[in-house]
């Protein structure tokens, strides 16, 4: 290959998601000479993970960065409430956590990665290539040396120290690279749509259960962000049930939209997100670290893959920032990565395997009850832990911060 199709830096991050562009910009800062590759050509894509929680926000803050994100439009929701048959249940009010942030921002996945990126590219070693496909891992004597990557020009290779697979789910790189998955089977598959707001609407973001449904619906300011969740494997049973019998079946569950599920058209409108939970093993090999969904899949239960994927980011550049600056990754550093993530990964995955099962499933059943243990109850009467669901989704597990050096 000529030399000018090869790329060199000190960190090849694949993919230009949440975790990508977060870790390029803190290495960035740190002085790490980084290179992010991204396969489309902008990051316009609807329904991806856009709820940012308490912990991301504390994190930007200390970036100095929480201010101008805040300029972006976007809107901001206190309390997590469920609306069943004849009664509201808040289900976390994080007005009462103790942060300079106590709310969930909603914001598109692009605008954030645009501001994200924008910051980045202060950096003068800091290098996005869009249009850019990762398309095979460079291995050299056991150790991933890079990634050969497609652009409109041609192919290119990208020559690394380390190599950053933060490309989603559905990575191809884990095979490459022999790193092993463990699966789970969540029971639930989600539609996602959207419906217009109108004046009167109530500003609430809010779950719906009952007669057999679950439906959570968002407030973007303009439009409601819809989630229609139904069992694993059921949506050409829906589809084939008609168009017709899902709007009637929306506004059934969710009355104040009755009105509108006409701007429904078509079957172009809902998109399928089949969900999955799963976790590498192990996310690294010589020369090669995976985060972010790339390394563990989360369900879209509680909004928190964004903030994992982001946590992780931090968590990495915290750890990798000072070996990448003097030249060399060792096996260690790696599996410190993982040794931090990995434990709140699992919990929260924990969390969402409950809820799935015990509240959202039982919920799209024939009594269309969400079923929640007595014992579960009793517990979240009492004071001490009354708060817990919302620092859960506030701060996760094991909060990340940046680290000042």
């Known amino acids: 290959m000529k030399t000018e199709e090869i790329r060199r830096a000190t960190c090849c991050v694949i993919g230009?998601?949440?975790?990508?562009?977060?870790?390029?910009?803190?290495?960035?800062?740190?002085?790490?000479?980084?290179l992010v590759l991204e396969k489309h050509a902008d990051f316009l894509r609807d329904f991806r993970g856009d709820t940012l929680h308490p912990s991301t926000m504390e994190i930007m803050d200390e970036l100095g960065l929480a201010d101008g994100l805040l300029d972006v439009k976007r809107t901001k929701v206190p309390r997590i409430e469920a609306r069943l048959p004849g009664r509201t249940v808040t289900v976390a009010d994080l007005s009462r956590l103790k942060t300079r942030y106590p709310y969930i921002t909603f914001m598109p996945q692009w605008d954030f990665l645009d501001y994200v990126t924008g910051?980045?590219?202060?950096?003068?070693?800091?290098?996005?290539?869009?249009?850019?496909?990762?398309k095979e891992l460079i291995l050299e004597d056991g150790t991933v040396r890079g990634i050969c990557y497609e652009t409109p020009d041609g192919p290119r290779e990208a020559r690394a120290i380390l190599t950053v697979a933060a490309d989603g789910r559905s990575s191809p790189f884990r095979e490459q690279a022999g790193l092993k998955m463990v699966r789970t089977s969540p029971p639930i598959d989600v539609l996602w749509f959207r419906l217009s707001r109108q004046r009167g609407?109530?500003?609430?973001?809010?779950?719906?259960?009952?007669?057999?449904?679950?439906?959570?619906?968002?407030?973007?300011?303009?439009y409601w962000q819809i989630a229609y969740v139904i069992r694993k494997g059921e949506y050409e049973s829906v589809r084939d049930a008609g168009l017709d019998a899902f709007r009637r079946t929306v506004g059934e569950t969710v009355p104040v939209l009755a009105d509108r599920t006409g701007e429904l058209q078509d079957w172009k409108a809902v998109k399928l997100l089949s969900v999955q939970a799963d976790r590498l093993r192990r996310w690294h090999r010589p020369g090669l670290l995976c985060i972010g969904d790339a390394a563990h899949a989360m369900s879209p239960v509680g909004g928190v893959g964004i903030n994992l994927a982001i946590a992780d980011a931090v968590a990495a550049a915290n750890i990798l920032a000072v070996p990448l600056k003097k030249g060399r990754i060792r096996s260690r550093d790696l599996i410190a990565v993982q040794l931090r993530r990995e434990l709140p990964t699992r919990t929260i995955q924990a969390f969402q395997s409950v809820a799935q099962r015990r509240v959202i499933s039982s919920s799209l059943g024939p009594d269309g009850a969400p079923s929640v243990p007595a014992l579960v109850k009793l517990i979240l009467r009492l004071r001490p832990v009354r708060d817990l669901p919302a620092r859960i989704i506030a701060f996760g597990i094991w909060p990340e911060h940046v680290k000042r050096r």
């Open 16 to 34: 230009c998601g949440p975790a990508g562009a977060m870790l390029g910009l803190m290495l960035a800062r740190e002085g790490v000479d980084v």
């Open 119 to 134: 910051e980045a590219k202060r950096y003068p070693n800091f290098r996005l290539e869009m249009e850019a496909e990762a």
């Open 201 to 222: 609407d109530p500003e609430d973001t809010s779950g719906y259960a009952g007669r057999g449904r679950f439906m959570v619906v968002i407030n973007r300011g303009e």
